[in-house]
């Protein structure tokens, strides 16, 4: 087997790299013997190709037949390392050829096109073509003349046109005379039926063909409605902190109602959707023979009425976490729901940041614990069975590092209501009284505000309370590991004062993600999400401008990190500064004569482009408006791993810069994900194009030295000598532009739990 040569050594930061060669190794590793082992199956499939297939392309034919061509597992695998081309086991998904396979394949191709119509289609035995050590398949196909549907007919409609019953069916006149349709139209009408208040409705259908004319045929539709039905008893069993009265109230139909086969689906969702529920199940007792009255058996079955739930975990962004919660699950009867719950992050951060490869969890103050406390209340109905309220009262510290830490007590109403099974709209109030540590150069790059008097007023206790609408849907398969279906979100913010809030701004945030199987064992996934936030400014008296537009930290957006653009760090793709001391730009710069002259700090001329990266401190900013996109390939590797191959593309832009295009970063990469049960542990190793970017500095000020005012003890120290110029309490923001980051490694490593979309 061919092997990936010994990869070339890459300047940067060691901890990115070992764990890539680590994961690489591993994946090679196993992709051995499974290739070895696939040899005793036969030859090599190079390609299967297919002749006379007019009508159907050959990917659709593909999927109706076991025989498969050896292929490329992802796009992704082909650039910028070819690991395709290369033959690396992981980046293929080899097939052999197994001869009891071939005349299968040949009846089903047949099945599969006598199904959409083609009653004459010939297949040929296939033929196998020897090329090299491999061989390719051939299918030659006769798909002959189709059937139609020249004529569809319906009987027994009457008094039901007006319904709606028979619009935008799936069988249509001209149509093929496909058995999918016919089947597909049946149970359309079927359903229909059931939703109207005809439990027993039925449809029966027939093709004639005639012999004169084999080719179109007259299609009839039978509908027996069967008598008009309504809900008879409801009888309700497996009961015991619940009360039939919530039982029924949860159902949302009555004795005497209408009888729709959709009211049996949803009830039985809303009992599943009240938390001591375990499982639910709403049968109609529907006989052989046709009644009036449509009995109803509810079968409930609950689960304890406490519960205690702790689980923890660790990834590169936050390092150590545990949370736990307390619910009762039957709070006051009703099946509401009083929980308590708490949450420790950032554990061990500030001493083991190293050890345990914390790389992204911050330094100083940032790497000290976060935490949560919070207690909810959840009514399970208010006014319907399909709103629910949450009232919930918490106190947090949260940070996001090398950017602000927040300390915040509030409350959050939320009022949600099911719009069908897998789509809601919430509406919340957030009112929280929060406090913020940040760098002064976030407030004076991001806001604009440079006074000391100014930033500690930002910085002081201030309400930040906004009102909002969520919509989101969830049409995936599986909560922590989705294979196939949808999600989408879309969330609007808005702050005022006549919300009791001191910040201003409008915000939207909409995000898509896509999951479908490729095969068995191959997912292929993707998400889009775009964000804006506009600031109408901040109720508190800033004094360096009245116009100024602030919008909250909070609020802004940061891109990069392990649910991001996995190419950069957390938060460090987007507007950024390069944070200094004086004392540095002053400093004699190394192997690069004298630093910056004094006056060329006052007049903000001052370039510091000599100096290392090792004298900035880059600090994230955030941006008032975000584009992502991610598309990765999910594929088995063995029963207990997963390989993931990705690319990631994104940028967040910050006031006043124009979106372009141009602007979006490109980062592509591999992983690999160990199943859990609290979702698939991940690791990721992603590369970026980008090397250096040119970013501002912001420094502290200085004036000279003032006799009347100062002491010879506020002199600053330069290289061990005074010099006769001290600190202002302002900042400021140099002119020329440094380069940053030029020689930064250009792949970066992830650690976290669940999948990153």
Not at 412 to 428: D, G, N
Not at 613 to 639: I, K, M
Not at 724 to 746: I, Y
């Amino acid at each position: 087997m061919r092997r990936l040569s010994e990869p070339r050594r890459t300047q940067g930061r060691p901890g990115c790299v070992k764990p890539f060669l680590l994961t690489s190794l591993l994946v090679l590793a196993i992709g051995s013997p499974l290739e070895g082992a696939a040899q005793l199956r036969g030859p090599e499939i190079e390609a299967v190709r297919y002749e006379g297939n007019a009508t159907f392309p050959a990917d659709s034919l593909s999927r109706a037949i076991v025989t498969q061509e050896t292929a490329c597992r992802s796009a992704v695998l082909k650039f910028p390392i070819p690991f395709c081309g290369l033959g690396v086991g992981f980046s293929l998904r080899r097939s052999y050829l197994r001869d009891r396979d071939l005349p299968r394949d040949q009846t089903r191709l047949m099945i599969w096109y006598q199904r959409r119509g083609f009653l004459e289609v010939q297949v040929a035995s296939p033929e196998v073509v020897s090329v090299r050590e491999e061989v390719e398949v051939l299918f030659r196909i006769v798909e002959g003349r189709p059937v139609l549907a020249d004529t569809i007919s319906f009987l027994g409609v009457d008094g039901l046109e007006e319904t709606g019953l028979l619009d935008n069916l799936p069988l249509r006149q001209g149509d093929r005379l496909s058995t999918l349709a016919l089947d597909a139209t049946s149970d359309s009408i079927r359903r229909r039926l059931n939703n109207q208040g005809f439990a027993y409705g039925d449809v029966f259908r027939r093709a004639f063909r005639p012999d004169d004319d084999p080719y179109n045929a007259q299609v009839t539709f039978e509908i027996v409605r069967g008598p008009p039905t309504t809900y008879g008893a409801i009888n309700i069993t497996g009961l015991d902190a619940l009360t039939v009265g919530t039982v029924r109230r949860t159902l949302q139909f009555n004795s005497g109602d209408r009888y729709r086969e959709v009211d049996i689906r949803d009830a039985g969702a809303r009992l599943r959707g009240l938390e001591i529920v375990r499982n639910a199940r709403v049968v109609p007792a529907i006989g052989e023979t046709p009644q009036s009255v449509v009995d109803v058996n509810v079968e409930v079955s609950e689960g304890d009425a406490y519960r205690v739930r702790a689980g923890g975990g660790w990834s590169t962004a936050e390092c150590l976490n545990v949370e736990a919660r307390w619910s009762s699950r039957n709070f006051l009867g009703g099946g509401r729901v009083l929980q308590v719950r708490g949450r420790l992050g950032n554990l061990l951060a500030s001493d083991f940041r190293d050890v345990l490869w914390c790389t992204q969890s911050g330094e100083g103050q940032f790497a000290q614990p976060t935490w949560l406390a919070a207690v909810d209340l959840v009514q399970p109905w208010i006014f319907s069975t399909r709103n629910s309220l949450t009232a919930s009262v918490f106190a947090e510290r949260q940070s996001l590092p090398d950017v602000f830490i927040r300390r915040a007590v509030g409350i959050q109403l939320r009022l949600v209501r099911s719009l069908r099974p897998e789509t809601t709209l919430a509406l919340f109030y957030r009112p929280e009284l929060s406090e913020l540590d940040a760098d002064d150069a976030l407030f004076c790059t991001g806001f604009l505000v440079c006074s000391p008097s100014d930033i500690e007023g930002l910085e002081g206790a201030n309400w930040l309370s906004p009102i909002g609408v969520t919509i989101a849907e969830d049409r995936s398969d599986d909560l922590l590991d989705p294979r196939t279906g949808s999600r989408l979100l879309l969330e609007v913010e808005h702050a005022a004062p006549w919300t009791a809030s001191d910040f201003r701004y409008d915000r939207l945030v909409a995000e898509a993600s896509w999951y479908s199987s490729l095969s068995e064992s191959t997912v292929f996934a993707t998400r889009l999400r775009g964000g804006w936030v506009g600031s109408g400014g901040f109720e508190g008296v800033v004094q360096a401008s009245e116009d100024v537009e602030i919008v909250h930290p909070q609020k802004r957006f940061y891109a990069g990190g392990a649910n991001s653009v996995r190419g950069f760090a957390q938060s460090r793709l987007g507007p950024r500064v390069l944070v200094s001391d004086p004392v540095d730009l002053l400093s004699p710069v190394e192997n690069d004569g004298a630093g910056c002259a004094p006056q060329a700090l006052v007049d903000l001329s001052c370039d510091a482009g000599a100096m290392a990266d090792q004298q900035f401190n880059p600090r994230p900013t955030g941006g008032t408006r975000v584009l992502e996109a991610n598309a990765e390939v999910r594929f088995r590797l063995a029963s207990w791993l997963e390989g993931v191959t990705f690319t990631d593309v994104g940028q967040a832009w910050g006031t006043d810069v124009p979106m372009a295009f141009s602007d979006l970063e490109f980062a592509p990469g591999v992983g690999v994900r160990f199943p859990s049960p609290v979702g698939p542990i991940r690791i990721d190793v992603a590369y970026r194009f980008r090397g250096g970017e040119d970013l501002p500095v912001v420094t502290p000020q200085i004036r000279a030295f003032d006799p009347d005012t100062d002491t010879m003890a506020d002199w600053l120290t330069v290289d061990g000598q005074e010099i006769p110029w001290v600190l202002t309490n302002d900042l400021a923001l140099l002119n020329p532009l440094v380069l940053f980051g030029e020689d930064e490694g250009r792949l970066q490593f992830h650690l976290s739990i669940g999948q990153a979309f």
